[in-house]
């Protein structure tokens, strides 16, 4: 068996938006997926996208993905690496590949140098957490994560003046 990270292409977008669909069946979330082939090539392929991704491979089959971009903290002046969305296929649990994804993405931030590599995770997602601690990563317990999205978004966007 034979593990590869390279880089997603243009012609990965159906291979992750699989994945895509596979994570929200697993997150029980498959319903708010609006995600289409287009709009991955679009979004993360496209001039204008600020997202990357990574593909894992087992003996050339697609088995996981990692999707990322950078983010900015004004305190450490620096660049730091978000990790969106991190998936292996239930086949190929256990074999690594979550871990060398991991382990590629914090070669990445290391490289461009990144003052930190973060993300998140469900509260109930035991198996993932249980990887997330055994690797040394920290939970941010004093941070509230806050979203506008949908119909909050367009309203509040409509209440907002410009000067």
């Known amino acids: 068996m034979s593990l590869t990270i390279r880089p997603a292409m243009r012609e990965d977008a159906a ?3 699989g994945f895509i669909r596979e994570l929200a069946i697993y997150e029980k979330a498959e319903h708010e997926v609006a995600a289409t082939v287009e709009t991955i090539e679009e979004s993360i392929f ?4 600020v997202t990357q991704a990574l593909v894992c491979e087992r003996d050339g089959q697609a ?3 990692a999707i990322w971009f950078f983010n900015y903290s004004t305190w450490q002046a620096r660049n730091g690496l978000y990790l969106e969305d991190l998936y292996v296929t ?7 590949a979550g871990k060398a994804l991991l382990k590629r993405l914090a070669h990445i931030a290391l ?3 990144c003052g ?3 993300w998140s995770v469900l509260d109930w997602n035991e198996p993932a957490i249980r990887v997330y601690d ?3 990563a920290e939970p941010q317990k004093e941070w509230i994560r806050y979203r506008l999205t949908g119909d909050a978004l367009t309203v509040f966007a409509g209440e907002q003046t410009t000067r």
């Open 63 to 65: 088995i996981g993905m």
């Open 90 to 96: 239930p086949s190929a649990r256990g074999l690594g």
């Open 116 to 118: 930190r590599f973060e």
């Open 15 to 17: 291979t992750l938006l």
């Open 134 to 136: 055994a690797i040394g």
């Open 111 to 113: 490289k461009n140098g």
């Open 46 to 49: 496209g001039p204008r996208s």
